[in-house]
């Protein structure tokens, strides 16, 4: 059974995803951290990285709207969101981990300024804070992605630690 504690930790997530705040996940709010990313590292969105950003960006929407969408509205409420984090997330933290997976690796692409695939923690604050992050948590998030302590994070472990931050109640 699933606690309540639980399935209130997963819907403060829901606010990460409810860029613009209208209350509902939609396509618009995959559309706005992709624009606010693309901004915050000067990106324009015609370049290679932010089509890439932007395809990421609609790849997530389709695969997050798949799992919670239940009534096929196109927009994702703060209860679909609960119950498809819960019910179909939380035993396979991998299927979400898939599906943010174009997005992500595209984001890092951005923060990733020597093309050698791995950001500093700084970069990795940075997307954080463009992706609506109160500051302070950013720092603390991408501190502790660096889970070698060498300063620079890379897909292998933000993937896997951005799945377990919505998918594992601790």
């Known amino acids: 059974m699933v606690s309540t504690e639980y399935e209130r930790r997963i819907a403060a997530r829901f606010a990460t995803f409810d860029q613009d705040g209208n209350g509902w996940i939609d396509r618009e709010d995959f559309s706005a951290a992709a624009k606010a990313l693309l901004a915050e590292f ?15 960006a609609e ?27 819960v019910k179909r997330l939380r035993d396979n933290p991998d299927r979400f981990a898939e599906i943010a997976r174009p997005f992500l690796h595209a984001a890092l692409a951005l923060a990733d300024t020597d093309a050698d ?3 500093t923690v700084s970069g990795a604050a940075r997307v954080l804070r463009a992706l609506r992050v109160p500051a302070d948590l ?29 998918t594992v109640p601790e």
Do not use: C, H, N
């Not at 015609?46 to 932007?54: E, F, N």
């Open 42 to 56: 000067a990106v324009t969105a015609r370049s290679d990285k932010g089509q890439a950003l932007y395809v990421g």
């Open 59 to 85: 790849a997530f929407w389709q695969g997050m709207a798949g799992i919670a969408d239940r009534d096929g509205d196109q927009r994702i409420t703060r209860e679909e969101f609960v119950t498809g984090a």
């Open 117 to 119: 695939g791995r950001i």
């Open 138 to 166: 950013a720092e603390a998030a991408a501190t502790a992605l660096d889970t070698d302590g060498d300063g620079e994070v890379d897909e292998r472990e933000i993937v896997p630690a951005f799945a377990r931050y919505f």
